[in-house]
């Protein structure tokens, strides 16, 4: 029995599939297969049966479930106090924090540098990526915080905030399109679309939007994040259909912005694992990212740090 064998039967009991477990550890599915195979082999138990496609854990994994959670939880201490030596002693606390690919350049380091001036015994790591990866890197403790689009794909975390915000077109400076109080399909015609790609969430409902006014979208790149969109749409390539709440923290020079209709609503979180311990560290992290998301860009450069006694983790 090994560590490896462990993981794959918790991300089994999560999702309930060798599939969804290989999604959530980035292993192949026969990968995990032979990993499960493994470890009912070494303990002589049968630890899941098919059922209508799914995995489902016997009485013998249920109840071996807690013991393997501990295990895994002492192994991740474990690399934990690894990293903290490395980074910088006894002294130093580890906090690591999973955003989008647009904050992790843009409000993320002016956010950071508040951050460490206020606790200087902090070594902050920034991991970047999409609301999926936020989700995985929790549930693999491979980040204590994350900002997830809600609701989550995956269950095990819990929300500590949340911020609201809606679809914006944005556009070069000096577009017709700015002399619209609001941009809807029908204004978008002949415009060249930048879009986010197709497999986000978002995507396929800025797909319906357009549908249901019968008409066609001229999609002329297809982009990954919002900060791309912005730096394309700001070349004068097309125009783009965005968070509100991430656009407002790209570089504003060249773009400006108008309402989408029909509304497009997000909703944020802030998450955790669902079990972590609380800690003021954590609280007040999740605090100063609340507060710096809902100010603009410019608000956010322009906050002093303020110098706090740091808090003691949990």
């Known amino acids: 029995m090994n560590f490896k064998q462990l993981e794959a039967f918790q991300a089994i009991m999560l999702s309930g599939s060798t599939t969804g477990a290989a999604e959530r550890l980035g292993l192949s599915q026969p990968a995990i297969s032979r990993l499960l195979a493994q470890l009912e082999e070494s303990l002589a138990l049968r630890l899941f049966v098919r059922e209508k496609g799914r995995l489902t854990p016997t009485a013998e994994a249920q109840a071996l479930r807690n013991d393997a959670q501990g295990l895994m939880d002492s192994a991740q201490c474990f690399r934990r106090h690894a990293e903290q030596l490395r980074l910088g002693g006894f002294k130093r606390r580890l906090l690591k924090v999973a955003v989008p690919n647009t904050l992790a350049t843009t409000l993320m380091p002016t956010l950071a540098r508040r951050f460490m001036q206020a606790h200087p015994d902090v070594v902050l790591e920034v991991l970047s990526g999409s609301y999926s990866d936020a989700e995985q890197a929790l549930l693999g403790r491979e980040a204590d915080i994350g900002l997830v689009r809600l609701p989550m794909e995956m269950q095990g975390l819990a929300t500590r905030a949340t911020l609201d915000s809606e679809a914006v077109c944005i556009m070069p400076k000096g577009h017709a399109l700015e002399q619209l109080a609001q941009v809807s399909p029908d ?3 002949d415009c060249s679309l930048i879009l986010l790609g197709r497999q986000r969430q978002i995507r ?13 979208p001229r999609v002329a790149l297809e982009v990954h994040s919002v900060s791309e969109a912005c730096a394309h749409v700001a070349q004068g390539l097309g125009v783009s259909i965005v968070n509100a709440l991430l656009a407002r923290h790209c570089p504003q020079g060249g773009i400006s912005s108008r309402p989408f209709k029909p509304h497009i609503g997000y909703q944020l979180g802030i998450a955790t694992l669902s079990n972590a311990p609380a800690s003021p560290l954590h609280d007040t992290f999740t605090r100063l990212l609340v507060e710096a998301m809902a100010l603009p860009a410019a608000a956010v450069k322009e906050q002093p740090a303020k110098r706090t006694k740091p808090a003691k983790a949990g």
Do not use: G, N, S, T
């Open 204 to 216: 396929h409902e800025i797909d319906m939007a357009f549908r249901q006014k019968r008409v066609q």
């Open 187 to 189: 204004d978008l015609i």
